[in-house]
């Protein structure tokens, strides 16, 4: 039972947190090789409820293109939802897409013709996007959600992710600081 709890913990491990996506360090991605990114919407990207992208995600989108870095957003939400919100951006997307399973990262990564060791997912669930991108052996990073009123299974997997993080700290496997 401890083993397995902690086998699985580790699988819900990001390789990075950060605060927020302007956290992300451009120069840090380049060192790595990285050339695209994979990153969820609501929460990560903007509020879940906010339908438009804010100057600050034009302005990162802009530095990521600037830097010649790709990003698609895969998200679990709707097609009218996603959308909406990324194709006045002029950025691939994929809606609905069942993260943490597996098909839609590689349907990104396949279209932007690069591999998985030169890609980051970016999220801010534990059990979607962190699970998912870490289970195909992506570089993972955690951010802190944007709005934290969510609807039903969101706060139900938030709950399991305060399980985990508590794990993880106890566990000594994480040194980052409490951000709950
Ligand atoms: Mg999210």
Redesign the pocket.
């Known amino acids: 039972m401890f083993w397995r709890c902690l086998r699985l913990i580790k699988k819900v491990m990001p390789s990075q947190f950060v605060e927020t996506i302007h956290d992300i360090d451009i120069e840090e991605l380049r060192a790595k090789n990285i050339r695209a990114i994979i990153t ?5 990207l903007v509020e ?1 409820h906010r339908p438009q992208a804010t100057p600050e995600v034009l302005a990162w989108l802009s530095r990521m293109r600037e830097a010649g870095i790709q990003v698609t957003v895969v ?2 939400n709707n097609q009218e939802r996603v959308l909406r919100f990324c194709e006045p951006l002029g950025i691939r997307f994929i809606w609905a897409a069942r993260k943490p399973l597996n098909r839609a990262f590689l349907r990104a990564i396949r279209e932007m013709d690069v591999r998985i060791e030169e890609t980051v997912v970016i ?3 534990l059990f ?2 962190i699970l998912g991108g870490n289970l195909l052996g992506f570089h993972t990073i955690l951010v802190v ?1 944007v709005a934290s009123t969510d609807g039903f299974w ?1 706060r139900f997997n938030r709950r399991m992710e305060r399980i985990a993080l508590y794990w993880m700290r106890r566990k000594g496997l994480i040194t980052w600081k409490n951000h709950s």
């Open positions: 969820d919407l609501d929460n990560t879940w998200s679990n999220g801010d669930q979607t996007d959600p969101t």
